[in-house]
């Protein structure tokens, strides 16, 4: 436990929140710091007994707090602050995760395009044209005009999207033949 920058009287204040008398509050703490180390060890910590003297730190520097407002039993209270040390502990450990690898090569728009046009052609009329109508507009016309398609087609709007949802994986796949036919 490092005590450094902390007085003897704070000290013997905080062990008066812990215990009137002055051993039983000394081994209080020494129980509490043992139960920590234990609590960190079974969590995989590198280095409990530094997070035990860390929460006691913490917990030490609100004795004043404590000894007006906490009611209770002080381990509890270690429990609470050790396990937002052990959040901390946790966040410095993870890795931050590589970025995602480039694309090998950007699609050709035009040549998507050319794509797109032709498995279009592959649809049937009426779904090419819910297809087609589904992404006209712009914002709030884009929504008034996926209404009157849905109302159209006498379905739910959720039916619309649905379908919708299921021509563009058609097409997807439509243009990723014709993408690697290209490419042969």
Known sequence: MNTAGLTQDAFEKFLRWLDPDRDKAGEKLAQIQSRLVSIFSSRGCIDPEFLSDRTTNIVMGKTDWLLANYVGNPALYFYGVAKNVY??????????????????????????????????????????????????????????????????????????????????????????????????
Request: contains cysteine.
């Open 87 to 184: 959040r901390e502990y946790i966040k410095q450990l993870r890795p931050v995760p590589p970025p995602p690898p480039p694309d090998p090569e950007p699609p050709d728009l035009d040549e998507a395009c050319g794509y797109l046009d032709e498995c279009l052609k592959k649809l049937l009329p009426r779904d090419r044209d819910t297809a087609v109508r589904y992404h006209e507009g712009e914002k709030r016309e884009r929504i008034e005009n996926r209404k009157k398609l849905a109302a159209e087609l006498k379905i739910s709007p959720n039916a619309l999207r649905i379908r919708v949802c299921h021509l563009h994986v058609r097409l997807r796949e439509c243009i990723e033949r014709l993408q690697r036919a290209a490419a042969q």
